[in-house]
């Protein structure tokens, strides 16, 4: 039997569904390869609920990092949200650099930390896209006392305004 824990290798993935489909149980497919029945089935069910072999559940290093999906969008908004309200919606034209999105900052940011924060201590928090974390970009909102929010690569689960965006696809 294979140590408590190990993770399974592509070629097991792939005997794992292919005696899966010529209509071996889990227990026997356990038997052949001489894993935990248990760990076979749980693989089936992931497979089965996701369509996929990957198995996304392990940690990195104690972050998660997922699977990331990198596309083009053919409209892109900068919007900002804060527990007292909303920022502006604002449609970007092409792509974004440095420049564009201190100049987005710039018209954006302010308004809402006056109508918001005019005395209340905020941090600002974003994902890491390079415009975002360019040095350019860091300089200007030192210059412009921005405190920021130090935040995991790759992580939106933990971002607000992806909830947000949820919300607002499932209402459209």
């Known amino acids: 039997m294979a140590p408590h824990g190990k993770e399974m290798t592509p070629e097991e993935k792939k005997m794992i569904v292919g005696l899966s489909e010529q209509g071996y149980s889990g227990h026997n497919i356990g038997k052949l390869l001489g894993?935990?029945?248990r760990t076979i089935n749980k693989f089936l069910k992931r497979f089965c609920d996701r369509g996929s072999k990957e198995?996304?559940?392990r940690k990195c290093n104690g972050l998660y990092h997922g699977k990331t999906y990198k596309a083009r969008f053919s409209d892109?908004?900068?919007w900002c949200i804060s527990y007292h309200g909303v920022g502006t919606l604002t449609p970007i034209k092409g792509n974004l650099n440095s420049?564009?999105?201190i100049n987005i900052l710039d018209e954006n940011v302010w308004p809402v930390i006056a109508?918001?924060?005019s005395v209340d201590p905020f941090i600002f928090?974003?994902?890491n896209a390079p415009c975002h974390v360019s040095r350019r970009s860091n300089q200007w909102k030192t210059e412009n006392d921005i405190p920021t929010l130090s935040w995991p690569p790759q992580n939106p689960d933990i971002n607000i305004i992806e909830n947000v965006w949820k919300v607002i696809k499932i209402r459209v």
Do not use: A
Request: hydrophobic share 20%.
């Open 35 to 37: 894993r935990n029945s």
């Open 55 to 57: 198995n996304n559940g």
């Open 76 to 78: 892109l908004f900068w």
């Open 99 to 101: 420049e564009g999105y």
């Open 115 to 117: 109508r918001h924060f």
């Open 125 to 127: 928090q974003e994902d």
